[in-house]
């Protein structure tokens, strides 16, 4: 048995390695950024925290940078300390997580960073540092809990499949639990090259894919539509520019350049070939909760901006696009005047304007449904005192609260951690 350290460990591939290494008896420990945080630990803290460590597995990541934690702090830099303190501990074996197209010279800084470190590994190697490293990397990686696989489950389940990209943008994605078994075989001492392309047997295009991941959620086939190269460009684009998602630019330029390798290295590390997505795929057959995540995936934040809009406009309609007066006679039909009046009106509306801003922004959303609820709750007491027309009126002003509330509820069960 093995003290094991992954670093990145509570991210998609890290859950997967540490679940394979303890079930194989090894001794893990799942370090989050919190635990080991490559972009700003030193060589002398990165190597307390792997000291007493048998082997270390790099699996940290990022797909754009957000703050300090930028992809060469994390990928190069970082990554490059952490080999250093690997060496000072007297550390077995390190594992480092890379990429498919990593290389210095690269053409987005995603492939560059990561190339960094490669060259680096290689460099330090041919000076003698004695430092027993192994380099994985990847293509795109399948798996229920990643990123990609669920941005393409989500794809797949749509009633039209999209066409991205031409015929010739092919990639070789690898199942996740290949990928875990080699690391448990590599800590485990098993021998290999230095680096190892991670691809699965058959190059495929994207939409290869989706129709792949379609036939898993036992969904029924349907058409497809071409998208438009600077139409999926823009989607990039946004995506790199407000989500943390796997869709941006640096996607893009790396699909366009191929993302294929010759498997037979992955082979002779694992022992058998890797095995095709198809049948990787069907021994884990998808579930209810597969089938619902994908359906509800492109749903959960069109839900959320929707229902930060509603209270946004609501906000503003009552501080004054919709006549004062009449806002004051419904406020005075449950009893309310003067100063009071104002008050309720105007503190009401700002109630509603900041809660609506707060949820486009995403802050907190558990939160501000629970508030939003709270509002709702106590409107809706207040609105007992109006005339029966309020309620019983064919469009159902305050009947609406019901729907609106589910809405909610469901909102915050989609956006809970």
Known sequence: MSRILIVGGTGFIGRHIAGRLAAAGHSIMAAGRHEVDLARDDEARLGVKVAGFDVVVNCAGLVRDVGANTMDAVHGEGAMRLFSACIDAGVRRLIHISALGAAPQGETDYQRSKGASE????????????LDWRVLRPSVVVGRGGASTSWLLATAALPILP??????????????????????????????????????????????????????LRLPPTGSVRIPDRLFEIA??????????????????????GNVSDPRALTAALGRPPRSIRAALAEEPASDADRMGARLFFLKPLLRWSLALLWIMTGLLSFGLYPIEKSYEL??????????????????????????????????????????????????????????????????????????????????ALEAD
Do not use: C
């Open 331 to 412: 406020l005075a039909a449950i009893g309310l005047s003067g100063a009071v009046a104002a008050m309720a009106l105007y503190g009401g509306a700002a109630l509603d304007l900041i809660l609506g801003l707060l949820l486009l922004r995403r802050f907190r959303p558990v939160l501000i449904g629970w508030l939003q609820l709270a509002s709702m709750a106590a409107f809706t007491l207040l609105a007992i005192g109006l005339p029966g027309d309020y309620w019983l009126h064919p469009f159902a002003p305050i009947l609406k609260n019901l729907p609106i509330a589910a809405a909610i509820l469901v909102m915050i």
């Open 163 to 216: 066409r991205i990209g031409r015929d010739d943008w092919l990639f070789q994605p690898v199942h996740v639990d290949d990928l875990a078994q080699l690391v448990a075989r590599l800590a485990e001492g098993g021998d290999s090259s230095r680096m190892i392309d991670v691809v699965g047997p058959e190059p495929m295009t994207a939409y290869e894919l989706t129709r792949i991941l379609r036939a898993w």
């Open 236 to 257: 990039t684009e946004m995506g790199g520019r407000f989500t943390n998602g796997p869709l941006n630019p640096d996607v893009m330029k790396m699909l366009a350049g």
């Open 119 to 130: 060259a680096f590994f290689t460099d330090a190697d041919s000076h003698g540092e004695r």
